[in-house]
């Protein structure tokens, strides 16, 4: 990957399961294009666990990268970012955050839309990370069920509007498109 | 896609997870044929998030198509089918309704070899969709693996059975054969 | 596939859903190489549900092969085997069987490193199979995420140590490398 691929507009789109290394991937697409990055994070320590996770995922980043940590006002946030390069990890956990605190369907789906525009008219490259959440035996839980929709239909959406998409698979990528 | 590609006993194979954009695809397909297209639904509106769900997909759907609904003598509805194309959605819920139903594995392995027998025999094509549901953790509820196993033998006759298969992802086609 | 392909220290990953068809693709690729196999097996038969999946499974095999069961030594049993080729089925299982041992993360981490240590120095082939089993809603059950965390690192090592890894969907094999 070169500079070139951080020209302005672009969208790359990495899914995946959990702990299938969807992260470490972007960071690796991000590091390649040589510029600036901005981490921007949708993960709040709300426990213990998370605080691990988090602390983990953040030792494993290169040291120069800025960081921003923004749960739910995202495209603000995208477009408040001053490097070419961003890399937001991830959709999955703001798409949990919106539906935790009530939005409805149509409002998530607008804020989606908002987050792609944004992200297609920055002055350069937008990385998303998200997760792979429907391959598994429909939940017993309405919750898990609304959420596997509504996030089904946020990442459709940006993976259709992406100019490369990955699915990561037990560390290795397969590509979807580009 | 021509109409070439409807010639008579061709088989096509779309899976993938909930809200992966399966329907969507299979739809695509059968539209692209430019032919007759009957759409033979396996879903029962038994609740009404279920109801919903028939009711946004039907939506979905081209005007002109046929609309066959029938959850469980699925071979017997296939055979009635008088369009040159047929889109049958989904295997996976009948394999449910089957299940559900108290039928024995031998006889739903007898059913699936059955509706296969009937569509590669059939003048046209037909389209099958289906669901990925093994790539979760094991499920606490016997009969949660119960059907995990029996649907992923399904599948595996059914892709087995293919000219082209397909695995859907965020809305993205994955080519797995043909 | 040719006998050239068995190699010293050649390892083939295989990975995919329950009831995707990994065993038997992995069985494929074994029988394809024309040498002596030996089946490497994690499983144990702790209940009668398992003790059926395991005669299914042993039904299957071709009658020359040699069966090793070992659920937790496994570097061990893999650097006492004698013929060129092994299938260890499976990865998953193994890791599972350690975490309810107790085994730490760290121990597991190394073990796994162990493990593929025994494989690339082996004078043979090395085949090993696992599941995915991170791309379903995040489970309720602390041990089931630990699960995932743990046998995600261990697929990701595995992978990334492979000369051919393939995902299993419905039976039909995706490269994702080599």
């Known amino acids: 990957m070169t500079a070139a691929d951080a020209r302005p507009g672009r969208l ?3 899914t995946g399961g959990a702990r299938s290394g969807k992260s470490r ?4 697409l991000a590091a390649g294009s040589g510029l600036p990055v901005t981490y921007l994070a949708t993960a709040q320590a709300l426990d213990s666990e998370m605080a691990d996770r988090i602390a983990r995922h953040r030792a494993d980043r290169p040291a120069g990268w800025l960081t921003v940590e923004e749960p739910v006002h995202l495209t603000a946030a ?4 001053q490097t070419p390069v961003v890399l937001l990890d991830c959709l999955s956990l703001w798409v949990s955050n919106l539906l935790l605190a009530d939005w409805t369907e149509d409002h998530l789906a607008s804020a989606t839309a908002d987050l792609l525009d944004a992200a297609l008219s920055r002055p350069g490259l ?8 429907g391959l598994g ?10 959420y596997r929709d ?3 239909r946020a990442n459709q959406a940006c993976a259709a509007s992406s100019h490369e ?7 290795l990528p397969l590509k979807l498109r580009g």
Request: aromatic letters at 8%.
């Open 137 to 146: 035996i429909v939940p017993d839980n309405a919750l898990a069920r609304r």
């Open 25 to 28: 991937f972007a960071e690796g």
């Open 126 to 133: 937008s990385i998303v990370v998200t997760n792979e959440v």
């Open 150 to 152: 509504v996030l089904g």
């Open 78 to 81: 995208l477009h408040s970012v």
């Open 165 to 171: 998409a990955w699915l990561l698979v037990s560390g």
């Open 12 to 14: 790359l789109f990495v």
